[in-house]
């Protein structure tokens, strides 16, 4: 099973200012086959980023994803108001598919 | 507009049995893969099972395989998981998640409901 560590645990920062998360994966992900979802207190998680760069349907573009192999990264470029929440990555190019612990982006 | 509503959770002993429903709406339902996908109070997310929309292939991760059964009705757009064994670990919100294509190769989710909670404990 591949495992996804995440950090930092918490990210503390102000509206405006850029955020970049990462993702580290225990054994190389196959095809790059690698997404991010955000989630927001007594929601279901959110689909941003898939297949490492792909912005899914509806995400503005201050959302960006990158990397490959092992070490993969989403940044958000300029955070607003509704960017605070907890984010994930997730592995699905191997079995079973994992998700990473979490990255919490909250207000300075 | 993609709608999932989930039911069928509750409060259950150890060793009892449950079955989740999920209802599907905005979406040609016979045309994509589902999962289910649990999350523990305060943990982090894991998948659970998934089913495939054009071929009904069934996957599981080993915590799970052998006690909970998915399954699908498209006649009724409803996706159903059926937990029997029940154990304190089990205890957690329990998405549903459609996917973004047909097949059970598919893993990338784009369309998650609100969860519904499943407690076990005596």
């Known amino acids: 099973e591949i495992v996804l560590t995440q950090s930092p645990g918490t990210l503390s920062l102000s509206p405006g200012e850029r955020a970049t998360l990462s993702c580290r994966a225990s054994?190389?992900?196959?095809?790059?086959?690698l997404a991010w979802y955000s989630q927001k207190p007594g929601q279901g998680p959110r689909l941003l980023i898939y297949g490492v760069s792909n912005r899914a349907t509806g995400i503005p573009d201050r959302f960006s994803g990158s990397g490959s192999g092992t070490d993969f990264t989403l940044t958000i470029s300029r955070l607003e108001p509704e960017d605070f929440a907890v984010y994930y990555c997730?592995?699905?190019?191997?079995?079973?598919?994992?998700f990473g612990q979490g990255t919490k982006v909250e207000i300075k | 507009e993609v709608q999932l509503l989930e039911s069928g959770g509750g409060l259950v002993q150890p060793g009892g049995s449950l079955r989740l429903s999920c209802a599907a709406s905005?979406?040609?339902?016979?045309?994509?893969?589902m999962h289910w996908v649990r999350q523990a109070p305060g943990k982090g997310l894991e998948w659970v099972s998934l089913?495939?929309?054009?071929?009904?292939?069934?996957k599981y991760p080993d915590s799970v395989r052998g006690r909970f059964t998915i399954s699908r009705d498209n006649s009724k757009s409803t996706l159903y998981l059926q937990m029997n064994s029940l154990r304190g670990d089990d205890t957690a919100l329990y998405y549903c998640?459609?996917?973004?294509?047909?097949?059970?190769?598919?893993?990338?989710?784009?369309?998650w409901g609100q969860g519904t909670l499943v407690t076990v404990s005596s």
């Open positions: 089913i495939g929309g054009t071929d009904s292939n069934r």
């Open positions: 054994q190389s992900v196959r095809n790059n086959y």
């Open positions: 997730q592995q699905y190019g191997g079995s079973p598919e994992t």
């Open positions: 998640a459609k996917s973004d294509c047909g097949d059970s190769g598919c893993y990338v989710k784009d369309h």
């Open positions: 905005g979406f040609t339902f016979s045309n994509y893969a």
